[in-house]
């Protein structure tokens, strides 16, 4: 892409499966991975006569989403049917809103790498979010001549966040995404879990030189992940800009994504032609958000990670960067301030070791916070002891790997290991003596000004003292014994 | 005095002093259907077995001193009401295999009141009619004159009660289905209001006009069953959360006082010479009973033949398109490609009348045609709902005629479906205005029944039975019986 004269316009839309336990109209449940049909009721199934009666929590986590985009939310919304005949769609039409939906127009900052080492911020508008249900899957695997039906998702609720087209590179795309399921998962309304569906986003996007109005854009459903989304955007981008520079029109369609080739593919084309057929849903009052009801759910929203990170850089006196890492989900955030509240340790001391050795050794194992081997109680317990002199930090690693293999509490661990720092002044100078005494060459060159080598006379005595030492005593009796 | 001629007050006195059991008013009933029925083809499915079962149980619990005002009375079900374990056609080839897992709301309040079902009457196909001439189980005789219609969608309903083939029988009105039906056959028909009584388990023709009630021969019978009908349902979010008045109750008061308005548009042209005189007299009588009389106006009532043939086909279109032959109904056989699925399956299981319903409300709700047609309607809906405000703010009840006259003959307007849509011109509004409304019997024309209509404000369904109770203390036409089915 000559970037001088081309600009991309990119709009995202984004289905995020609401945490209810039943559905968004029926109290069928919504687990994920049941056996086909065995959570659709009467009216996930369509049955005739069966009518829809709104999920409280579903509306709930809709305003809450709202809330924290700063985005008004209607109070009086409605919901209409959108028609279209296809077998996953029991009813012939889905429940959607349309012309009043929950939330309006609200805005979501994201932060970009300037690619020295630099951020830049950026704000991207929300233009609409609305609740609808979730449709059923086809199943076309394991069938020669036929497509199985699988209604269990049938009826999940769902909100579609409608961005504005202010996106304008793949990375800002992916940069908004990452910011928006952190946010939808932080508030406690979706799982975020892209590869079961929970998370899905369809891309709009267009190409324009620089200063014309809008060009005509693709749409691309689907795609489950960031990595895809960057992707499919990029190529999207590219295949749009070679169509028109060979003298080819863009065509209003509908793309999906192959993860396998990298490429968007035209999959239907004519999409002006569908008439959706929208009108208020007669089964379905409209809903009515009393400022009561909006002003309780304010109350409850958590705190969102801009807030947070911010708390934790005044209150802990953090980096920007490690505000950044330990706020960004709202469980390794608890992690840390329980780390915090038990060992009585110094707050960054404490960041570098959830940040840095935690998250690292997590990492390796391919486990998360949820499932980290290392509770908050027990890495505090741990950091108790640097913070009492019991162990010195160094130790204190090879605590930390003992825990993580499963093999106890700090305490236990130290006293098997015989850990304990060594903080009696004579066993310390008895092992430095020894030290000087077996080195006499290095000792001379030292006395003569060779001040680097007080670090290998760190090292030795360490050793000597199977890294038990306290560093801060060791440090200051071995320039004592240096000096002569 | 013949078991069938008992309202249903002596029914359950009798049956609670042991003069007959639940059982041998069920076979009395099923007896009659067996004699009466071929003629008038007013059920789908008679139920014997269940019913006597149900008969059973109801004797087990008069004996044991419980029960209901309602236990052990037998009563048919609309076709469209959601059945457990008993087929529901909604009058439709689509459904003519449907056994829906699920009893509709009204079935189960009314099983549990201890009524037992005789069986599923017939209807217009998915209540789309005026003269049960579309059912796919072919359409229902007049026992008034069994060449004539006895009105739709509901006429198996009224064919049924009028026969005495059931002491009563549910209904459901979405322009006009069960007044129509109930003024063309002798009978008491009450739509209440929008939201008194749940539409769950009800397959849905309109969803916003749709509504249940009853078809009875008295007002006080009618009063009796829709009492225990009504009441919030939260499986309907349209179902009104608001306490059931006692409708029993509430006959017997005098009505001096009552004002009634006479809408200057029903009485316009169109109104056939003998019905006019049947109704003129009715409001004689309701003067004499101490009520006063004015003229009211309600001035968009003209318009709500157009409004109501955009909006029922709307919703209709849409309620309709689960009918797919995917899960249940209908499928076609030998279908290759989805699509064909589809169009097979819809066009052999729907009927004419559905099909060009669908087709206009698919069409009203197009793209570029919305605003024209949809959206339009509903302002003028709007519109007839505030005349019906304004003339509240005036009057206690409405009155006019139900229909334009008498019965017509099988056949005579069949294949004329505007002809046919102009049959409903008085009862809609209440339909598209949410008031309860009902029909009573007026007298005869040409030895065939006449209709009066009255409409209550909103929740006044206690007020408008016991008027329409008062008239019939001081009337008898509701107690003749059709020649032939004594």
Known sequence: MSSTTWEAVIGLEVHCQLMTKSKIFSGAATAYGAEPNTQADGVTLGFPGVLPVLNGDALRMAVTFGLAVGAEVAERCVFARKHYFYPDLPKGYQISQFELPIVGKGKLDIELDDGHGGVIHKTIGITRAHMEEDAGKSLHENYSDATGIDLNRAGTPLIEIVSEPDIRTAQEAVAYLKKLHQLVVYLGICDGNMQEGSFRCDANVSVRRKGEPFGTRTETKNVNSFRYVEKAIEFEIDRQIREIESGGEIIQETRLFNPDTGETKSMRVKENSNDYRYFPDPDLLPIVCTPEYIADIRGKLPELPEAKRARFEKDYGLSAYDARTLTSSRELAAYYEAVVKASGAEAKLCANWVATDLLGALNKIGKDIDTSPISSDALAGMLKRIVDKTISGKIAKEVFEAMLAGEGDADTIIKAKGLVQITDESAIVKAIEDVIAKNPGQLAEYRSGKDKLFGFFVGQAMKATQGKANPDVLNRLLKEKLAG | ?486
């Open chain 2, 1 to 486: 005095m013949s078991l069938h001629e008992l309202s249903l007050r002596e029914l359950g006195e009798g049956l609670r002093a042991k003069k007959f059991s639940s059982r041998e008013l069920t076979q009395h009933y099923l007896g009659r259907i067996g004699r009466h029925d071929p003629a008038l083809n007013s059920y789908i499915t008679v139920t014997a077995d269940r019913a006597l079962a149900q008969a059973d149980a109801a004797d087990a619990r008069l004996a044991a001193g419980q029960g209901s005002a309602l236990t052990g009375i037998p009563l048919a079900q609309k076709d469209i009401f959601c059945t457990s374990g008993v087929r529901t056609s909604c009058g439709s080839k689509m459904l003519d295999k449907f056994i829906a897992p699920y009893d509709a709301t009204i079935v189960r309040k009314l099983d549990g009141a201890g009524m037992v079902m005789l069986g599923k009457a017939n209807m217009d196909e998915f209540a789309m009619g005026s003269s049960n001439e579309t059912s796919f189980y072919g359409p229902v005789k007049n026992p008034w004159d069994v060449e004539r219609v006895p009105g739709g969608s509901s006429g198996g309903s009224v064919a049924a009660v009028a026969a005495g083939l059931a002491p009563v029988a549910t209904a459901t009105d979405t322009g006009g289905s069960i007044r129509q039906p109930a003024a063309l056959t002798n009978l008491t028909g009450i739509k209440p209001t929008y939201g008194r009584v749940s539409r769950y388990g009800m397959i849905a023709f309109a969803s916003s006009l749709d509504q249940a009630g009853v078809v009875a021969r008295s007002a006080e019978d009618a009063a009796v069953v829709l009492q225990a009908m009504s009441g919030f349902d939260p499986l309907d979010s349209t179902s009104v959360e608001r306490p059931v008045d006692d409708y029993v109750g509430a006959l017997g008061a005098s009505i001096r006082g009552l004002r009634i308005g006479l809408p200057k548009e029903y009485f316009a042209e169109g109104l056939d010479p003998g019905a006019r005189a049947c109704i003129e007299a009715a409001v004689k009588v309701f003067e004499g009973l101490g009520a006063s009389v004015r003229e009211v106006s309600l001035p968009n009532a003209p318009l709500s033949v157009p409004t109501y043939y955009v909006v029922a086909p709307a919703e209709a279109s849409s309620n309709l398109a689960r009918f797919d032959g995917v899960r249940y109904g209908h499928r076609a056989e030998g279908v290759h490609t989805l699509e064909e699925l589809y169009k097979r399956s819809r066009g052999e299981g729907f009927g004419a009348e559905v099909q060009r319903r669908i087709m206009i409300g698919t069409y009203v709700l197009s793209h570029g045609y919305y605003d024209a047609y949809y959206l339009k309607a509903q302002k003028v809906r709007r519109l007839i709902y505030d005349d019906f405000r304004r003339a509240f703010g005036e009057v206690d009840l409405i009155l006019g005629p139900t229909a334009q006259s008498v019965a017509i003959k099988l056949g005579d307007k069949s294949d004329d479906p505007v002809a046919m849509y102009l049959n409903d011109i008085y009862t809609i509004a209440a339909n598209l205005a949410g008031i309860p409304a009902m029909s009573l019997p007026a007298g005869f024309h040409q030895d065939l029944p006449i209709g009066l209509q009255l409409m209550g404000n909103f929740f006044d369904e206690g007020r408008m039975l016991n008027a329409a109770h008062q008239y019939q203390q001081a009337t008898d036409f509701h107690k003749r019986w059709p020649k032939g089915f004594a």
